[in-house]
């Protein structure tokens, strides 16, 4: 509870600082100005997404030599959005993507590397994709601000993901500690899944692809209230923008998207109050793909609770806990 707090509060907070910054008039106009068919097309798209999302997963469990129903994934992964978007609940959506997945049947420490692994495969996506576009985001901010912030958050992203492949390498007398053991553990996996292109493209190449498109969908709300970007340069930005949110010291990264996308379309003269707006009616199209999930999240547990926790197993869906895949 006091980590939700300070969330909570840090997001109120760099909202505020952003809000007074502006005309509050004008931040009404630029919303009163939205057109509702863009907005409403964003959440089809998204809520559409969670789906290609749910597939990915299925692709991590296949480096486990696991088969999990895609309809299963897609189930969890809506829970998960619905904790992560929409409901401001001190239990994340990950971790509730790792209950669920561990209730149906999973070893706890596989259930957990799934879903720490598909989200890796995400970030590390993410910035290859920053990367491709650094050249542009180079020439956009020349002699506006210094690039190296951006080129130092994607070499450490892809400094981080390359450590972790070779955790488990370092000398025995390491894993004395649980965090450490722990780690190693989760670096074999890593490997495994990253190592193996017949797993690691498609999950990377996925992957890719969502952002891409959520890149879109940011152009698209762009246009429904008539901020003249291209779609190119959306997908170019939105990528480094995505990466600042997902720092966790905000709730889903309200506040610290805000700022993001003010700096970044600013580069290429958006206003500011056109980008708060943007950014603000971005995470309220977010918000609402998550809702979705509570609906699924009360009607699988309603489900489970009849069945007595086990119509997964008794179905032949999931495999049942046991030995971890050689």
């Given at each position: ?103 149906a049947g999973f070893d706890l ?197 009849r069945a007595g926790g086990l ?16």
């Open positions: 509870m006091p980590k939700l707090i300070l969330k909570l509060g840090i997001s109120a907070i760099l909202i505020w600082v952003l809000v007074r910054s502006f005309d509050a008039e004008s931040l009404l106009q630029h919303l009163a100005h939205v057109s509702i068919q863009g907005p409403i097309l964003a959440v089809l798209i998204l809520f559409a997404l969670s789906l290609v999302q749910a597939w990915r997963w299925t692709f991590v469990f296949r480096a486990f030599r696991r088969r999990v129903a895609l309809r299963k994934c897609w189930e969890i992964v809506l829970i998960g959005l619905f904790f992560n978007q929409t409901l401001p609940s001190s239990v994340g959506g990950d971790a509730a993507r790792i209950w669920r997945i561990y209730r420490a596989l259930a957990a590397h799934s879903v720490i692994l598909d989200r890796l495969a995400a970030l590390v996506a993410l910035l290859l994709l920053a990367a491709a576009g650094l050249p542009m985001i180079l020439e956009l901010v020349s002699g506006q601000a210094p690039g190296w912030p951006i080129v130092a958050i994607i070499m450490l992203g892809l400094a981080g993901w390359a450590a972790l492949l070779m955790f488990d390498r370092l000398p025995e007398g390491l894993r004395r500690w649980r965090i450490t053991r722990a780690a190693a553990l989760l670096s074999a996996d890593a490997r495994r899944l990253f190592l193996h292109p017949r797993c690691a493209l498609p999950v990377l190449l996925i992957s890719a692809c969502i952002h891409v498109v959520v890149a879109l969908v940011v152009f698209l709300l762009a246009r429904a209230m008539n901020i003249q970007v291209d779609a190119m340069t959306c997908v170019v930005l939105v990528p480094p923008v995505i990466l600042v949110s997902m720092i966790p010291i905000t709730i889903a990264g309200w506040g610290v998207r805000e700022g993001a996308m003010v700096t970044a379309f600013g580069f290429v003269g958006v206003a500011p109050d056109q980008a708060f707006v943007l950014s603000v009616v971005f995470g309220l199209v977010v918000m609402a793909v998550g809702l979705p999930g509570g609906a699924v999240w009360l009607a699988t547990g309603r489900r489970e609770a119509s997964e197993l008794a179905a032949g869906v999931l495999k049942p806990r046991g030995d971890r895949p050689g």
